[in-house]
């Protein structure tokens, strides 16, 4: 995975497993959180691809 530095504190962000909500769902996901300040760097991608991975979920019931 590509690194990515946080803009705040200019550190590499560590890959770590939490939970964030988008539109009423929440997700389990491991995500680039930044060890200084805890900015969670979201990609627009990885987001529609988790809802795209928990709405063919949904309809498999
Ligand atoms: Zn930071």
Redesign the pocket.
Known sequence: MKEII????N?PLESKKAKFGYLGLVFDAEVPR?P????VYLSEKMVLEKIAKVETTVEDK
């Open positions: 946080c803009s705040k504190c550190v930044c200084v300040c805890g900015q």
